[in-house]
């Protein structure tokens, strides 16, 4: 059975601590993925890597950096958080390749709910 | 820019059928796909059309057409378990990153 795990369900952190958001998958995906979702905006894609060591911007960068030592793990870093990153954070992971659906398919993890006091 | 445009509610009744349509602006085009997303858990993978046309699956149906830039997810025989979110997303890239749009919640109820 496919899996991506991330570290926490829920997390609550200070407003200027640095957050780690950890996230594994035992699927031997070269595609990882973080996602915020916030109510009424959707999925809005943070970074992603396609490769170990790799990482490419998504939409919405700012805040956020990120580290892909391993391929089975991919990690989301909030360098200094802040009130307006409170939201879920949800992990993603798939192959990479041909057009075909199983290589277009995204696994996703039970998502981090991040609250920043 | 790069935009999905779908509805943000839709309602029904059980037994009845519902389609939720996706319209998309995107500089790259690499398939649509649908994914449901219940209150409070992941989101899963529903289906996917790279091709023009229908493709079913079971009580769910996914079209695609290219040249309109749209497609739509068709729910049929709808079930209370059917109640969720669900979001279409583009892929401009094979296998590599999709943009979604903000998600319909579907509320099914007897």
């Known amino acids: 059975d496919v899996k991506v795990t991330q570290s926490s369900r829920y997390l609550v952190k200070r407003t200027g601590e640095k957050v780690f958001l950890e996230c594994v998958q035992d699927?031997?995906?070269?595609?990882m993925f973080w996602y915020r979702q916030d109510p009424g905006l959707g999925l809005r894609l943070i970074y992603f890597s396609y490769d170990v060591k790799m990482k490419e911007k998504g939409d919405i960068p700012e805040g956020y950096s990120v580290s892909r030592e391993k391929k089975e793990r991919f990690s989301l870093i909030l360098e200094s958080a802040s009130t307006n990153q409170t939201s879920m954070y949800l992990c993603?992971?798939?192959?990479?390749?041909?057009?075909?659906?199983?290589?277009?398919?995204?696994?996703f993890g039970p998502g981090t709910r991040l609250t920043v006091l | 820019g790069q935009s999905l445009e779908q509805p943000s509610e839709v309602t029904a009744v059980e037994g009845a059928i519902v389609q939720i349509n996706c319209t998309y602006q995107t500089s790259g085009f690499y398939g649509l796909s649908w994914y449901q997303q219940h209150d409070g858990g992941a989101p899963t993978f529903l289906s996917y059309n790279a091709l023009d046309g229908l493709e079913e699956t079971g009580r769910f149906s996914s079209f695609l057409s290219r040249s309109d830039s749209y497609g739509y997810l068709l729910l049929q025989e709808l079930q209370m378990k059917d109640s969720a979110s669900y979001f279409c997303?583009?892929?401009?890239?094979?296998?590599?990153?999709?943009?979604f749009g903000k998600g319909t919640t579907l509320s099914v109820s007897s």
């Open positions: 993603a992971s798939s192959f990479a390749g041909a057009n075909q659906p199983a290589y277009n398919e995204q696994f």
């Open positions: 997303a583009v892929g401009s890239q094979a296998g590599t990153a999709l943009i």
């Open positions: 699927m031997d995906h070269e595609n």
